[in-house]
C-alpha cells in the first residue's frame, strides 16, 4: 500500500447514521473472486435513488466521505473498505467507526478520521452547502481541518497505526521489515527440525 502522509481534497457528505457494511457493500458483490471492481457496488442500492448524494455531479471528485456516527458496523468484510477506496476515497471522517471496520481501513491505508459530532455536523453542512470546500487530513500530526468552514480538530490514531499509514506498511511490508531477524532465525535453526524448502 501506499504512505499516506497528508490528504487535501473536496468531500462527499453522506448525512447518514449506522451505515453498516451491508449497505455499503450488499452482499451479491461478495461473489466476486478478483479483489477490483467493487467501487460500483459502492452503496449500489442506494444508488439506485437518482437523488442520492453519490449520484450527485457536484461532488463526483470527492476524495473525503464525510458521514454521520456509527460509519463501518456489522459485518466485517474487508470488501466495503476497498469499495470506498476504490471509488476514490482516501479518508473517511465520521463521530464513531465499527471497530472491525476501523482495523480493516487502516490495513489498506484508509485513513479513519475520529471527530466529535460537532465537528462531523458542522463539515456535513458546510461541504453540502458548498462543495468545493476542501478538507485536510494530516496523518503526521493527526489533525483535520477545513479553514472554509472553520473547522480544526485534532483526531486519536494508534502510534503503530500512524506508523502503518505513514510508511506505507500493510501486515507483509510490518513483516518484511524484520527481514534480517528472520533470515537469522532460519540461517541458525537445527537441520533436523522441518523445514518449507
Known sequence: MKPVRTITA????????????DQIIPSDWLKRVERTGFEQGLFSEWREDPNFVLNNPRFAEARILVAGPNFGTGSSR?????????????AVISPR???????NATKNGLVPVLVS??????????????????????????????????????????????????????????????????????SNRPAWMPSLA
Open 10 to 21: 473536496t468531500a462527499l457528505p453522506l448525512d447518514r447514521s449506522d451505515v453498516d457494511t
Open 78 to 90: 474487508e470488501h466495503a473498505v476497498w469499495a470506498i477506496q476504490q471509488y476514490g476515497f482516501e
Open 97 to 103: 467507526f465499527g471497530d472491525i471496520f476501523r482495523n
Open 117 to 186: 459530532e460537532e465537528v462531523a455536523r458542522t463539515l456535513l453542512d458546510a461541504v453540502a452547502h458548498n462543495p468545493s470546500i476542501e478538507i485536510t487530513v494530516d496523518v503526521e500530526q493527526l489533525t483535520v481541518s477545513a479553514p472554509a468552514a472553520g473547522v480544526g480538530a485534532e483526531f486519536p490514531l494508534d502510534g503503530a497505526v500512524q506508523h502503518r499509514l505513514l510508511n506505507g506498511l500493510d501486515d507483509i511490508g510490518l513483516t518484511l521489515a524484520h527481514a534480517d531477524a528472520i533470515d537469522t532465525f532460519e
